[in-house]
């Protein structure tokens, strides 16, 4: 029988992240969200509490904790604020590639200075043309000497006007599709780099997305990852990593949703009792907690499988898959609970919607992670 209970270093960790949320977080996010804010003192109290570079072995300055032990503060912190979890674990996901494909000396040169200090980091992977067909990126790598020059543009970057580092993922030969990707570190001080503006989004609006272009970026080999050509895997291989907290971020924004429905339920009353004492509401409830607590599970597995050192691709993608789909839902009914006050801005409950939808999307849409299902799933009965 599995043990699915938390050792007291873990209820820890829980405690820690939940009092950071629901102090720091928490009463800064309806602002944030309505005006699109960056919180970047929040950013920078979270680093002090050691709630950023979660994945980073300590010796390095990170937090050195477990895939496990990351997404029980992830679904904390998300519970208060998606769009702040989400700028503050993309330093997660840029570094991943450096934990997966750097050298020593490459982890000792980057990452110590990097988490010595409070700083953000940005992924840079998805195009203007490409989002799901990573491979077919057009971002150029042109050898000159014992330096790269990168030319080329980057879309939805999380962080990417307030980052000091980047990971590149550019191409030494597009004939080659995704054989001929290569990954960089590429400090923001680089002559050529020009972050674009803010977009105007639909939820998360307490992070920053934008553009980045490099244009004629000069980069030294030395701060390649791994061989030209390897950078593809690389990426595939750190998205198997950072997948399964986007599950724990979705399921944060589902167990709100679900607890904010709840409590409204009891309080408010039609045709002379509290609406929880309806069956239509309560047949809701209860299929909510039921996704909810799945997602969790799965989200777990995935955790604890990759700990254990699976690969971890075909978890990962379930628990991203089914934990965003609930939030979706969760939300959803959440605000059909409300009814009409639900479909309020005064209600926090549609901002929870339009958080859960960006689960969906990024970090490889769910489209993508039901084709990796599906040929993982395959490849066992084949
Ligand atoms: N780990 C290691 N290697 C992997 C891998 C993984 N999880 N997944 C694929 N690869 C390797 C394959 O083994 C293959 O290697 P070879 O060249 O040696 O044959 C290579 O990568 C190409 O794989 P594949 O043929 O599966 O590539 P496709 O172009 O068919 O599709 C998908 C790959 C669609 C799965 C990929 O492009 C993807 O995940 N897209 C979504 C990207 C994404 O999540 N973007 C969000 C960015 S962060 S917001």
Redesign the pocket.
């Known amino acids: 029988m599995p043990d699915f209970s938390l050792s007291p270093e873990q209820v820890s960790l829980v405690d820690l992240a939940r009092k950071f949320a629901r102090t720091v977080m928490a009463p800064q996010a309806a602002e944030c969200d309505r005006t699109g804010r960056f919180p970047e003192e929040i950013y920078r109290k979270a680093f002090d509490a050691g709630l950023v570079n979660l994945n980073v072995p300590q010796e390095y300055g990170g937090s050195g904790l477990s895939l496990l032990d990351q997404c029980l503060i992830v679904e904390e912190l998300a519970y208060a604020c998606a769009g702040m979890t989400t700028s503050i674990i993309a330093n997660c996901?840029a570094l991943e590639p450096i934990l997966l494909g750097g050298t020593v000396e490459q982890r000792e040169r980057f990452l110590k200075p990097f988490c010595a200090k409070y700083q953000l980091a940005s992924?840079c992977?998805?195009e203007p043309t490409g989002?799901?067909?990573?491979?077919a990126l057009r971002t150029r790598a042109t050898r000159d000497g014992s330096d790269y020059l990168l030319d080329g543009e980057k879309c939805?970057i999380?962080n990417a006007p307030h980052a000091s580092l980047y990971t590149v993922f550019a191409t030494v030969d597009p004939s080659q599709?995704?054989?001929g990707i290569t990954a960089f570190v590429v400090p923001r001080s680089t002559p050529g780099i020009t972050p674009g503006p803010d977009e105007e989004k639909m939820g998360h609006r307490a992070s920053s997305t934008s553009t980045i272009r490099f244009e004629q970026v000069r980069v030294p080999a030395e701060n390649r990852l791994g061989a030209e050509g390897e950078g593809?895997?690389l990426?595939?291989?750190t998205?198997?990593q950072t997948r399964t907290p986007i599950g724990a971020l979705a399921t944060g924004i589902a167990q709100a949703a679900l607890d904010h429905a709840a409590r409204y339920a009891l309080q408010r009353r039609s045709f002379g009792r509290p609406i929880a004492e309806h069956q239509a509401i309560q047949i809701k409830l209860a299929n909510m907690v039921q996704r909810v607590r799945a997602a969790r599970l799965l989200t777990w597995q995935a955790a604890a499988a990759i700990d254990a050192g699976a690969?971890g691709?075909l978890e990962s993608s379930i628990a991203k898959c089914f934990a965003s789909d609930t939030a979706m839902e969760v939300a959803d009914e959440a605000i059909q609970t409300f009814g009409g006050y639900g479909y309020m801005k005064s209600y926090p409950v549609e901002k929870l919607l339009r958080d859960a939808k960006l689960t969906q999307i990024?970090?490889?849409?769910n489209e993508?992670q039901r084709?990796?299902i599906a040929?993982e799933l395959l490849a066992t009965y084949a």
């Open positions: 996901l992924f992977l998805t989002g799901s067909d990573a491979g939805f999380t599709r995704h054989r593809f895997a990426a595939m291989r998205l198997d690969r691709t990024y970090e490889g849409a993508i084709l990796v040929r």
